[in-house]
């Protein structure tokens, strides 16, 4: 007798579908597993504020009353009363007026002595060009204000020819250039207060050499008395390359 099979009762008919639906649960769950995160969680004390309060102590009031201060001790008042006789002079002391009257006369008279006046010399500074009677170098005398004044130049100018030293140092360093040099005639013809303005120390100072050089002169005057004179010349420097 054969065995009928019941075709609703067949196991391996779904097996491959109930096999996916495993796989399928199986890499859900290992997913998750793999997903899965913890956290350490320390216990972190943030610290509790302790609030007590401070025992204050109480000060109990005192009321102290002041005592009235002692009374002052009373003067003892002496009835005895002791007489002293003056024995003694006073001299009273008359003190007499100073005021001057009509009345009063002047035992000698005074005589005033003539008083004598000093004449005191001005320093007066005049320039060159608006002096009336310039001063006069050494071999332009005897001549008009004019041809005075124009010899006086050319005598300053051949006197710089004839003292003119280029200094070696200025020559080596190529220095050249204008040196004003300013000076004054004293009221007695001397030559002071020499000063100079150029390019260089080097230059001021042979500039400065050769006024000082200059000879005793006649001073020059205004209003027929001796002044000084302030004059300017200047002084160049220059060199040619050969």
Not at 22 to 47: A, P
Not at 94 to 103: G, M
Not at 139 to 163: I, P, R, W, Y
């Amino acid at each position: 007798m054969e065995a009928k099979k019941n075709p609703q009762l067949e196991i391996g008919r779904n097996s491959g579908i109930y096999f996916a639906i495993g796989l399928n649960l199986m890499l859900l769950l290992s997913w998750s597993v793999l997903e899965y995160k913890t956290y350490e969680y320390n216990e972190v004390d943030i610290g509790i504020v302790d609030m007590q309060s401070e025992f204050e102590e109480e000060i109990p009031i005192i009321n102290t009353e002041l005592l009235p201060p002692p009374p002052p001790p009373a003067a003892v008042v002496s009835e005895s009363v002791q007489v002293v006789e003056d024995t003694e002079e006073v001299e009273e002391t008359i003190i007499e007026s100073t005021e001057i009257t009509q009345e009063t006369a002047i035992a000698e008279p005074v005589e005033v002595s003539e008083i004598v006046v000093e004449e005191v010399e001005e320093d007066v500074q005049v320039a060159f060009a608006i002096i009336e009677d310039v001063p006069v170098f050494p071999g332009c005398e005897d001549l008009s204000k004019a041809q005075t004044k124009q010899c006086f130049q050319q005598k300053m100018q051949e006197h710089v020819n004839a003292h003119f030293n280029y200094p070696q140092m200025a020559l080596d360093l190529g220095m050249q250039g204008r040196v004003s040099v300013m000076f004054i005639i004293d009221s007695k013809g001397y030559i002071t207060g020499v000063r100079s303005r150029g390019p260089d120390k080097i230059l001021e100072k042979e500039a400065e050499r050769i006024i000082k050089k200059l000879p005793q002169m006649k001073p020059g005057k205004q209003r027929g008395k001796p002044v000084k004179v302030a004059y300017a010349i200047p002084i160049f420097f220059k060199f040619q390359e050969g």
